[in-house]
C-alpha cells in the first residue's frame, strides 16, 4: 500500500463513477481499477460493489477513507515543509544522500 494508491481510493470515494475519478487523476479507468484491486487484496477485504455503473463502498471502504484522508494530509504537509525549509542545491540528488546513511 502506498499514499498514491489512497489518493486513487479517495479519487473513487468521492466520486460517482470510475470513470469520474480517472479522470480526476488523470489516469486510465484501468489503470485505476487495477490499484483498487491491488488495495483490495492487500488489505483483504472488498472495498467496493457495484451497482450499475455506480461504485457503492463497502463498510471497510468508509473505514479506509477515514485513515486515508489523514495519511494523504499528513503527507501532502511533510512535502510542504521540506520545501519550505530545505532549499534545493543544483546537481545533488537526495537519493545520493541516502546512499550514505
Known amino acids: 500500500m502506498d499514499i498514491h494508491q489512497l489518493e486513487l481510493f479517495l479519487a473513487v470515494m468521492d466520486s460517482p463513477s470510475m470513470t469520474r ?3 480526476k487523476v488523470f489516469l486510465s479507468p484501468g489503470a485505476v481499477s487495477l490499484q483498487l484491486h491491488n488495495l483490495a487484496d492487500e488489505l483483504h477485504t472488498e472495498l467496493f460493489v457495484r451497482s450499475g455503473k455506480r ?3 463497502t463498510p471497510a471502504a468508509l473505514r479506509l477513507a477515514e485513515h486515508a484522508k489523514t495519511l494523504v494530509e499528513l503527507t501532502h504537509q511533510i512535502k510542504q515543509s521540506s520545501r519550505m525549509t530545505s ?3 543544483p546537481g545533488l540528488s537526495t537519493s545520493l544522500l541516502a546512499l550514505r546513511h
Do not use: Q
Request: aromatic letters at 0%; a neutral charge; proline letters at 22%.
Open 21 to 23: 475519478a480517472a479522470e
Open 55 to 57: 461504485l457503492i463502498p
Open 87 to 89: 532549499p534545493r542545491i
